[in-house]
């Protein structure tokens, strides 16, 4: 009996150490479990962060590759303006210098036109008076009576002639006209037309042609009468020059708001396209003769628009080849 409780107990205190050891051995491992599971979170958190971290070298890294490649750019762009305005200034000096040569190559030409342009205008004068004696002369000789058939030709020669170089004469003596160089004064335009065909009314006559006029009454501005004049009678001349026989030429001014209009109209030849823009330019090669072998000089048109313009005005036409042609004269009223 005592040896069977001696055997129980020893095994329940087997039993307790068993359970004790197992107990201890649980312990053990549920405290490596927790070390395990706590180091797990920890290096879990770790690798968090060494994923934020990443992504923020990677951002910056990204940054700094946009910057400076920025940057790269800035300096590229400063580098271009710096060279392009290296270049400007390098053009802007040449084209400097290219002007002031220029200017000073026209000032050179302009006292050279001047020049030229007085000198012509005093040869221009001074052929004049010997020329118009000349003229004035063999009209004299030629009203006298008792010449031959061959005196009359030679002197009808020499008055055809004197006109001639007459007209060109009075033609150099108005190149170049300015506005500085006008003395204006009230010209009545109804009356200046009226002498200008009257003027011109015995030409019209010798090709059989009629000079129409429709002139408003008094009407008057300030203008060079004489340049004015000669601007109109250029004109009409000209519209009897390239009219064939027995056509008639219209004559008219018209008051407009704040100008005048004179209108020069022919049936003549008309003014082929080829030619028109030239035609007023001094000494032309557009110039033509007229319907019955009339000489051109070239000279009439480019000094009527260097007048009229001088005046503040226009000078412009209309043609059509065959159907005539109509020159405007447009001055302004003050």
Not at 310 to 322: D, P, T, V
Request: proline share 2%; with cysteine.
């Amino acid at each position: 009996m005592l040896w069977k409780l001696q055997t129980n107990l020893a095994i329940k205190t087997r039993s307790i150490n068993v359970h004790l050891e197992l107990e201890k051995a649980m312990s053990a491992d549920w405290e490596k479990s927790k070390k395990f599971i706590s180091d797990y979170v920890r290096y879990n958190a770790v690798q968090e962060d060494n994923k934020v971290l990443n992504r923020k070298n990677t951002q910056k890294t990204d940054y700094l590759i946009v910057f400076g490649i920025s940057l790269i750019v800035v300096v590229l762009a400063l580098f271009k303006l710096w060279h392009n305005r290296k270049r400007l200034l390098g053009l802007n000096k040449k084209i400097r210098e290219q002007n002031s040569n220029m200017q000073q190559t026209l000032n050179a030409l302009e006292q050279s036109q001047a020049d030229n342009t007085r000198m012509m205008q005093i040869v221009a004068h001074d052929l004049r008076n010997p020329i118009g004696g000349m003229f004035s002369i063999a009209s004299y000789m030629l009203d006298e009576n008792g010449r031959t058939a061959e005196d009359k030709e030679c002197l009808e020669m020499i008055i055809t002639s004197g006109k001639v170089s007459l007209d060109l004469v009075n033609d150099l003596l108005l190149v170049h006209t300015k506005t500085d160089d006008l003395k204006k004064e009230p010209v009545n335009l109804s009356e200046m037309l009226q002498y200008c065909v009257g003027l011109l009314h015995h030409k019209a006559e010798l090709k059989e042609q009629q000079i129409n006029l429709q002139a408003d009454a008094e009407i008057s501005i300030l203008a060079n009468q004489e340049k004015l004049w000669r601007v109109v009678s250029n004109l009409i001349a000209n519209a009897i020059k390239f009219s064939p026989k027995g056509t008639s030429i219209h004559v008219s001014l018209q008051k407009e708001a704040d100008h005048i209009r004179i209108d020069v109209a022919d049936n003549g030849i008309g003014i082929p396209e080829e030619i028109a823009p030239k035609i007023f330019d001094m000494f032309t090669d557009a110039k033509r003769t007229g319907t019955t072998g009339e000489q051109s000089f070239g000279l009439g048109l480019a000094i009527s628009k260097q007048i009229v313009e001088a005046h503040g005005g226009k000078l412009w036409f209309e043609s059509k080849i065959g159907n005539g042609t109509v020159f405007y004269v447009e001055l302004p009223i003050t």
